[in-house]
T-cell receptor, first 114, second 116 residues
């Protein structure tokens, strides 16, 4: 079945450093979503990417969707302590037996040292 | 306020007991989901429902049961057959589009179940 791998599992940065998490799918995706979960909280939707090669920005966050629609990345510029949490990607499968199924990556836990 | 309400927030259960987790939404969403979250494993789909009186198994449905008698309610029962039930359970909902999941998921605050 479809697998969505996310790396790294953990990332520790100093405040002001950049951060990137990567998401790779074993199958082609229709779209990909990103969520943030603060410690002790629940996942909150950040963005959805649909088009091949799409790049979207939200302030210090930059999201990319690969040309083959099998990978994606989230980049945070100049991290702040408010960025701490777990970042999940979730891919919607484009076809095959898992058509229409949203599969989550394992998440990247980001800690920011002030 | 519009959103998803899960209860209880914390629950303790003895081995061999069934327990039901509540999930209610007032977003008028057709689709509802139950996910299980364990450390380092992301979110795994237990059951989902696209419409009232219909639901489908997800990736880890064994030992769980659900019902969808009302649009706004999707309770999850963790049965004694679930071998490792201690986990954080998240309920979510979404609007449906062309596919059965094309929109963002709105999550409840979760229910943390501990089996003693």
């Amino acid at each position: 079945g479809q697998q969505v791998m996310q790396i790294p599992q953990y990332q520790h940065v100093q405040e002001g450093e950049d951060f990137t998490t990567y998401c790779n799918s074993s199958t082609t995706l229709s779209n990909i979503q990103w969520y943030k979960q603060r410690p002790g909280g629940h996942p909150v939707f950040l963005i959805q990417l649909v088009k091949s090669g799409e790049v979207k920005k939200q302030k210090r966050l930059t999201f990319q969707f690969g040309e083959a629609k099998k990978n994606s990345s989230l980049h945070i510029t100049a991290t702040q302590t408010t960025d701490v949490g777990t970042y999940f990607c979730a891919g919607l499968n484009a076809g095959g037996t898992s058509y229409g199924k949203l599969t989550f990556g394992q998440g990247t836990i980001l800690t920011v040292h002030p | 306020d519009g959103g998803i309400t899960q209860s209880p927030k914390y629950l303790f259960r003895k081995e061999g007991q069934n327990v039901t987790l509540s999930c209610e939404q007032n977003l008028n969403h057709d689709a509802m989901y139950w996910y299980r979250q364990d450390p380092g494993q992301g979110l795994r789909l237990i059951y989902y429902s696209q419409i009232v009186n219909d639901f489908q198994k997800g990736d880890i449905a064994e030992g769980y049961s659900v019902s969808r008698e009302k649009k706004e309610s999707f309770p999850l029962t963790v049965t004694s057959a679930q071998k490792n039930p201690t986990a954080f359970y998240l309920c979510a909902s979404s609007e449906t589009g062309a596919g059965w999941n094309t929109g963002e998921l709105f999550f409840g605050e979760g229910s943390r179940l501990t089996v003693l």
